[in-house]
């Protein structure tokens, strides 16, 4: 049997000593290069420079050492081809049956604050993913390996088989490709970011895995949750404090929570069912602002999902605990209040502090393509709204206005919001038409319609709405404004005394 030899070259050096103790006692020849020699050999591990195999020195500061003939031919000649063999041979190459690789750490150097463009490109790897994908291409006959947790498992099959089934060695060889095709996607990333290319030609996106799911949106769909490679921000990186394991539906709903609980600086809470908010409120302090957002709809929070934007006290959290709710997602939860939510055994309890949400860009799945287009941040202040009617806003009008538009924005359209005193008291929610949610909102509201302010995320095609809203005692309006038919809306408003103004802004969320 002719001698074994596997090339191990790191960055990551987790486990590798005992690795390449391992494939010593099962006999195997190690061939090294620069930083990975050193920590083997100061181990007492026996190591063949790779310039002893490439009869060329590493040069270049080390941009060149394993590419070259000796090392490529010795990794992609196929055992069953004799042609191959015996070229070989002739060329006095050796073959290569083990390739341990780990890339230089392009993630980490560009997730450093201050990291130059420079620095950035020196730690592009160029023949690390060269020897992986020449090792994986020939993976019935070379066995390669890029993450240090297979290390065990091929030691141990090495030891019982003296060799890797075919079945293991695709599987990793399977993976080197997730994992160039990653590396490369970071780079292409990295290189739009520089020259700020928004929408280049080709999209190369990766992710990693958080978790499998036990289902998706219904148990007859399989499901997982992945986040992006580099952003250390966003749902996907809080912290679960207590509580089982999140489904698809409750990441999809408390995502939607957080998104709206950002919207506000003051003590706020938000309560969300089906992506949806039922209950939004302010306050001086959390527990009066989660009273007013159960009090919006105290029917449906239950079983929802509740964010908050301060760290959850003593006081709100023995509010929270008397009702039946999925997750509570917030900055942070005093002792006392994990001390109560904890005796919940069910109840997910997330902590996450992070300010702007974690990527510039939203993607959308669509049956074989992506849509992919800027987060909606647009944000209003009172100095941008324009008056349209008659009458003007009161001040506490204006302050109503303003949170109000900030809860229909995250409202699916057609979208009305109406809101009394910093709460929510009506949500119509994803109508074929604008009247419909209005009609379900002010039914909502009941007599809290009366004196309330209304929101509504598109134009009004027709007064209906403005109607509507006078019939149920309503007296300002927020709207994008920007119809053909904007007039006959204002006329309706003065008619019943309502001040309305426009944003010409548009907040449509499908």
Known sequence: ???????????DKTGI???????IELGYEIISTGGTKKVLEQEGISVISI????????????RVKTLHPNVFAGLLAIRANEDHLKQLQEQHVDLIDLVVVNLYPFKETISKPGVTFEEAIENIDIGGPSMLRAAAKNYQDVAVIVDPTDYQAVIEELKQEQMLSLAAKKKLAAKVFRHTAAYDALIAQYWNDQLEEVFPEKLTLTYEKVQ?????????QKASFYREAISKQGLAYAKQLHGKELSYNNIQDTNAAWEIIKEFKQPAVVAVKHMNPCGVGVGKNLSEAFTRAYEADPVSIFGGIVATNQMVDEDTASRLKEIFLEVIIAPGFTEQALELLTKKKNIRLLELVEGEGASSKKVVSVLGGLLVQDQDKKQINAEELKVVTKRKPTTEELEQLQFAWKVVKHVKSNAIVLANGQQTVGIGAGQMNRVGAAKIAIEQAGELAKGAVMASDAFFPMPDTVE???KAGITAIIQPGGSIRDEDSIIEADKHGITMVFTSIRHFKH
């Open 212 to 220: 499998e799911l036990r289902y998706g949106e219904n148990p007859h």
């Open 17 to 23: 000593i005992e690795f390449a103790k391992g494939l």
């Open 468 to 470: 509507e809203a006078a």
């Open 51 to 62: 310039s002893e195999i490439t009869g060329f020195p590493e040069i270049l500061d080390g």
């Open 1 to 11: 049997m002719s001698q074994k030899r596997a090339i191990l070259s790191v960055s």
